[in-house]
């Protein structure tokens, strides 16, 4: 077909368009400039370009990944907790033993410290969890001495433990800690047990003191201050009240967090019965009223989206589902795809994507919208099959950290390059178009002083 009875017979057959735009098409597609284009010309022209359409839209929202990269890390025992610091943008690792990590922005290990809460008992005392204070500059660790210790980030000499809460009635193995970014006072430390107990501490005076101290206390400031759980559930401490229930019945709570735009404190179990129990505050911000979804086989694990309300479940049957919390009789959506159980889910905020790994080692990303995964990857992880494992996304800075017992996996996101194309480092001063050639010239010229030159100003007049 010729181009001008590509022009007619498409402005014909179409309905739409002009007769310059389709010679304009065929001109693209006639790239040997025969003068003729036939059926598998056009299609692969346009079968390529929708290529390349999908490649760009592609490359715009699936994150490009770096070689897996496992850090020199001196964990002898499980990893159980990675945490970035922003106020002194350090990581920081605890593994089951006992040994702390300290990591430097670019994850070069800068010190590692043992926090034991009682030395004799270092061969029987395991560390379960680790949060975060930002707010107050401090850590807390759990421990199965059912005692959860707050340490000092601020101090010179190590970390010394300021607090200690003794007497919970089950070793607590799930920790999280959140604060009111408007109001750095207000922040709930809660943490689930091995007894199915849900159990949170909400402070009101964060910034002036955790608890209150004993009177005597002021005679050695840097001397451990024990607090017993009876005591905070009397009120004799006014800077905070705790809150509690026991809606799991005896199952290992796996994960715990409190949500301030639910306002209510999230857990889960492996259970198949109230695996997800979602406690919303009352009014007087010291009562809860429990609603819970079930899931088939139970849950490894949960992440919320605020911005989407939707809590998306790590399924042990092989299933990633979300769920409105507000629906608790049925999921929203189901992702399929994993063919094994899947021990992990979180969410890639800024994109509304989601991630979630399966015990098969393989990493899935989906786009939330459309419920599709955008990217598989299966990398060479350890082949063993009996791991724990840890799975922590640091959005802010792109990167994926995944432990296999004491191991540590680093996932990199690579830099994405600009979508703005630019010509010239500096400003363009002339532009010409050529009719004949059908091509546009730019002329860049600075003189030393930055004022364009005598060239570039008669270019421009002509």
């Keep these: ?105 670019n994850l070069k290990l800068q010190e590692t410290l043992p926090i034991t809460s009682d030395a004799t008992k270092l061969k029987h005392l395991w560390v379960t969890s680790l949060v975060s204070l930002e707010n107050v500059n401090k850590i807390a660790v759990a421990f199965t001495s059912k005692e959860i210790c707050f340490y000092d980030l601020l ?118 019965s109230n695996t997800v129990v979602l406690a919303w505050r009352e009014k007087s911000k010291k009562h809860l009223k429990m609603t819970s979804f079930n899931v088939a086989e139970g849950i490894h694990a949960f992440d919320y989206h605020s911005q989407l309300n939707l809590i998306a479940t790590a399924g042990i049957n092989n299933k990633v589902c979300l769920w409105n919390p507000y629906v608790v009789s049925k999921p929203v959506g189901v992702l399929w795809g994993h063919s094994a159980s899947v021990i992990a889910v979180q969410f890639f905020a800024a994109r509304k994507q989601l991630f979630s790994f399966s015990k098969d080692k393989v990493l899935r990303l989906w786009d939330i919208q459309h419920q599709l995964a955008i990217q598989r990857i299966a990398c060479s992880f350890p082949k063993s099959q009996d791991f724990r494992c840890l799975f922590h996304f640091d959005e802010a800075h792109g990167r994926l950290f995944i432990s296999f017992n004491n191991q540590l996996a680093l996932l990199a996101m690579k830099s994405e390059a600009s979508t703005r194309v630019k010509s010239h480092r500096e400003a363009v001063t002339c532009v010409l178009y050529n009719s004949v050639l059908k091509q546009v010239m730019m002329l860049f010229c600075r003189s030393p002083d930055k004022s364009p030159c005598p060239e570039s100003r008669s270019f421009n007049s002509t």
């Design 1 to 105: 077909m010729s181009k001008e009875e590509f022009m007619q017979r498409m402005t014909k057959i179409v309905g739409w368009g002009t007769k310059e735009e389709y010679g304009e098409f065929f001109d693209r597609v006639d790239v040997a400039q025969d003068g003729f284009i036939n059926w598998d010309k056009l299609t692969s022209f346009m079968l390529s370009a929708l290529y390349e359409k999908d490649e760009r839209a592609k490359a715009t929202v699936v994150p490009q990944w770096k070689d897996l990269e496992f850090l020199p890390v001196k964990h002898k025992d499980t990893i159980q907790k990675v945490i970035f610091l922003k106020s002194s943008s350090r990581y920081l690792t605890i593994s089951k033993e006992g040994l702390l990590g300290i990591w430097g922005e």
């Design 155 to 272: 101090s010179k000499g190590g970390f010394p433990c300021q607090y200690k809460l003794q007497g919970l009635k089950g070793t607590p193995i799930c920790m999280e800690y959140w604060y009111d970014p408007l109001d750095a006072n207000e922040s709930v430390l809660s943490f689930g047990d091995i007894t199915g107990k849900v159990q949170a501490v909400a402070f009101t005076t964060a910034l002036i003191s955790l608890f209150e101290r004993p009177g005597s206390a002021h005679e050695d400031a840097e001397a451990t201050v024990t607090i017993s759980w009876a005591e905070l559930r009397s009120g004799s401490h006014r800077c905070c009240c705790t809150l509690e229930h026991n809606l799991h019945h005896g199952d290992w709570v796996r994960q715990v967090t409190y949500n301030a735009s639910l306002d209510a404190i999230i857990s889960s179990t492996t259970s198949n």
